[in-house]
């Protein structure tokens, strides 16, 4: 359908110019081949894949911990109790991680950084299975936008896409809304073909079938001016068809060919029917429409008054409520009722009757709508075999525009390069964040060398020391003038109450086991 193919079309080719800008910085509108000029300090470290050898960033060497310097295994009640300041200690380093300034890596980013340094790769496990990533994961940081004034037109392909994919949404469900209401049947001529052809005896014939006379009849139609791309078959507009022959040549048993609609029904395109005879016979063709919604015949005095002959229950009883309206023959005291006229009182046979009674009564003056009686000759003379008889039907069909509203919302056309697009565009702008991490973090260290390695070893340190299951600060501990502190004294006597404690615990219970 042009509007799905439309639709389609403008979103993939915005993903791709996003993805074109993101990668080749082609802006839209630059001709094909065309490069934005390169302005300001160079994005990411001296390595590769800007040239040179791949920068070595410094790192700390695995901390091997002497055993004399572990403390022994605390109780259950001091574990729990440690368990619960690491994991205040860890939450306060996350905290302290997120405010801390690019270019200070703790300890444990060390492994993301190291693989950050090598070119991205795409997974090619992403797809289905992938988190729902967010339409902020591709907006660029404004950081970089003021390091790339280029980027601009990148934010503006990006507010476009999302213009575009409102528009989409909106008439999505514009189009839902649409398909739940009922469409107006359109009124199109079925051109119905009627022919036959006789093939007279043979005497040398081998067969019984040629050496008797038959004729073969044929009934076929076609929509005319259908524009719809799937024909539909000539059998899908009826219910029934009935040939009616000649009783007195073929007898009371074999004069009626019938055909009725069934769930396990095949259509097609037309009817043949063969029969033997060598003279010419009257038969009668009884079409019975299939309507869609279902069709009734009014009874006739209620024809009369409606001024409808055959009509949907839907327009009967619209009918019904525009005659009650007009003549105002509702109750003006119980609006429930209806006060029945003489026309009605003939009909529905009762002087009131309520509204919710209408559908009930309305049953018994429906009827099964009238078919198409075609009365034709089967000619069997020679000079009659090539004429046709045609006849015009006129019949409701679906408005074709339908169909494509449906086909629009099943479609999933270009969706799968759509989404490869998407996941191209999320690496480009994740890629470009790490790079933008690496510039900083080489920045700092071009500046002020020393000062920037004193403070991201202060980092790595408290890192570690939050990492490892050492408590205190064992630098300090390795100096005498940690001990010579004021708190040294009341720390030495709560250490030796605390042994003393546990001691005469031990004896106690040792007595107590001798003393049993």
Request: aromatic share 6%.
């Amino acid at each position: 359908m042009a509007t799905e193919e439309t639709a389609g079309g403008a979103r993939k080719a915005t993903k791709s110019k996003l993805f074109e800008f993101l990668v080749h910085g082609v802006r839209p509108g630059m001709p094909s081949g065309a490069r934005m000029p390169h302005q300001g300090a160079p994005m990411g470290p001296p390595g590769p894949p800007y040239g040179g050898s791949p920068a070595v960033r410094p790192g700390l060497p695995a901390p091997v911990m002497e055993p004399s310097r572990k403390r022994p295994a605390p109780s259950q009640q001091v574990q729990q109790q440690q368990q619960q300041q690491q994991q205040q200690q860890q939450q306060a380093v996350q905290n302290r991680a997120r405010k801390k300034p690019v270019g200070f890596p703790g300890a444990s980013e060390m492994p993301a950084r190291q693989m950050d340094m090598r070119e991205p790769q795409s997974d090619p496990t992403l797809g289905s299975n992938a988190k729902r990533r967010k339409m902020a994961d591709k907006i660029l940081p404004q950081r970089i936008r003021e390091l790339v004034p280029e980027s601009q037109a990148y934010m503006d392909l990006l507010a476009f896409e999302r213009k575009l994919d409102q528009t989409i949404m909106r008439k999505r469900v514009d189009i839902q809304e649409a398909l739940k209401r009922p469409m107006k049947q359109q009124k199109r001529k079925l051109r119905l073909y009627i022919s036959n052809t006789f093939n007279p005896a043979r005497p040398d014939a081998d067969d019984s079938d040629g050496s008797i006379a038959s004729w073969e009849l044929r009934v076929e139609g076609k929509l005319l001016d259908d524009p719809g791309k799937q024909k539909k078959k000539f059998s899908s507009f009826f219910k029934s068809l009935v040939i009616e022959l000649d009783k007195d040549l073929y007898g009371p048993d074999n004069h009626l060919v019938e055909w009725h609609r069934t769930p396990t029904t095949q259509e097609t395109d037309g009817f043949q029917v063969k029969r033997p005879g060598d003279v010419s016979v009257r038969c009668t063709l009884l079409l019975m429409l299939d309507y869609q919604p279902p069709q009734f015949k009014l009874d006739p005095r209620l024809a009369r008054l409606l001024g409808i002959h055959t009509q949907t229950r839907s327009c009967i009883i619209q009918a019904l409520w525009q005659y009650i309206k007009t003549n105002k023959l509702q109750d003006s005291h119980d609006k429930e009722y209806i006060n029945c006229d003489k026309y009605f009182q003939q009909i529905f046979d009762c002087p009131r009757l309520k509204f919710s009674e209408i559908p009930q009564r309305l049953t018994n003056l429906l009827l099964p709508p009238d078919p198409i009686v075609i009365n034709h000759v089967i000619s069997v003379d020679p000079n009659d075999q090539k004429k046709t008889a045609c006849y015009d039907i006129d019949v409701e069909v679906e408005d074709p525009l339908k169909s494509q509203m449906s086909s629009f919302l099943l479609s999933t056309a270009n969706q799968q390069e759509i989404a490869s697009l998407d996941n191209k565009i999320h690496e480009t702008i994740e890629s470009i964040n790490q790079l933008k991490i690496q510039r900083d973090f080489m920045l700092s260290f071009s500046r002020d060398p020393k000062g920037y390695i004193q403070d991201w070893l202060k980092s790595q340190s408290r890192d570690l020391k939050l990492m490892t299951d050492v408590v205190g600060n064992p630098e300090e501990e390795r100096r005498a003038a940690f001990y010579h502190e004021p708190w040294s004294q009341e720390a030495v006597s709560r250490y030796f109450y605390c042994k003393i404690q546990q001691r005469r615990q031990e004896l106690e219970q040792a007595l107590a086991v001798r003393n049993t």
